[in-house]
């Protein structure tokens, strides 16, 4: 597995892959609809957002975004992995990548408004849940986590 920066040729496989992973928790197709506008990754959002894609064997296997606002705060706003990878180790190599990149930025934490059904996942890595935020349909809630990177020791010679 390998991971590149999202490029717009990706696009489209990438979508394919984000459909995929959110439409296996069973997720009725009223709801997939109401959520689409949010899920679907355009040029536009690929431009404002540091994008990424796993490889498998020749094709896009998982996709992932950070946003970073203006106070350099880090929100991850896409983490998906195709269904038949999921509990294969793909996420935990996407969210080494993770690590490593908040690392390299200077960045010691992550904001997470995770999909229920990988709440765990979030909490395996090490994330803490700290609230809600509102999402759709109205009166539904989705846990917003916050990982903090570990503080590496500094390495000697």
């Not at 590149?4 to 609809?33: F, P, T």
């Not at 979030?122 to 903090?148: D, H, N, T």
């Amino acid at each position: 597995m390998n991971i590149i920066r999202a490029r717009a040729q990706h696009i489209s496989e990438m979508n394919e892959v984000i459909l995929s992973a959110k439409g296996h928790w069973g997720y009725s197709q009223e709801m997939m609809d109401v959520w689409l506008p949010d899920l679907i990754v355009d040029e536009v959002v690929l431009a404002n957002r540091h994008f990424w894609v796993l490889e498998n064997e020749g094709r896009i296997a998982g996709v992932f975004s950070i946003s970073v606002d203006a106070e350099q705060c880090c929100e991850l706003e896409d983490f998906w992995v195709l269904p038949e990878l999921m509990g294969k180790g793909a996420g935990r190599i996407m969210f080494g990548f993770i690590q490593n990149w908040l690392q390299t930025q200077q960045m010691t934490e992550l904001v997470i408004v995770s999909d229920p059904h990988a709440k765990g996942f979030y909490e395996r890595m090490g994330a803490e849940e700290v609230g809600y935020r509102p999402s759709l349909p109205e009166g539904r809630k989705l846990p917003v986590m916050r990982y903090v990177l570990e503080p590496r020791p500094p390495r000697t010679v």
